[in-house]
């Protein structure tokens, strides 16, 4: 299994994954490697964090610190570069068109994006179009990028409201639907790039900040609980899962069991 499909559910607070009541979460618990208090970077927005998701470096280096993607002075080479120079096909499935940056282009060999507001469960629908796409073309690395939680659920109806709760539920269902569809050939990582409160997020407090994370496949112990887990070592970890050495200015880990 040396495929990954890394889905990331934007906002999504370990908290409010725990409060959905979705049956599911206690089997992904189960059979991954896991944990309910890594820590995404500041500030707590989600262009910064994805662009340390897929560059295993702070914002403080990569130099985008809003939503408004900077061109680096000293570029880090990004996972999805990484992979393309080691001859692995990419793809993405995204709700949010400014994540377009976290890629150069070039990079992938297909992506497709959905405005969020343009239909009712775009995040399903991305996954739908994720799984036709993996069961024609069989690509190495997956992103699929959920972004209602976020945007109808948090920011719209307040985090922990039961919109947002609902929103997750909902992201979890399409977890289910990946790793039941293709979970014996791809090892599937789950995560969020923040947390949140009220109706924003940002800031350095521990709703914010406090993210979970699972790592279901053959390289990770199921039921394992993790510890010190940063965003940062979502790259190293893919890149280790692959084969591929990590650029040496990555500053995360493999969480990979040796
Ligand atoms: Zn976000």
Redesign the pocket.
Known sequence: MKKVILISI??MRPDGLRQCNNDFLKELTKKSSYTFNAKTVFPS??LP?HLSMFHSVPPQRHGTLSNDYVVPVRPVKGLFEELKANNKKCAMYYGWENLRDIGRPGSLIASEYINAYSFEHTDGMLTERALNYIKLASPDFVFLYM?ET?EKGGHDAGWMSETYLDYISCAIDNVKKVIETVGEEYTVIVTA??GGHERT?GTDEPEDMTIPMFYYGEDFIAGKELENVSILDIAPTIADIMGIIPPREWEGKSLKNK
């Open positions: 934007d906002g927005v989600t964090c972004v976020d790039d923040h997020h």
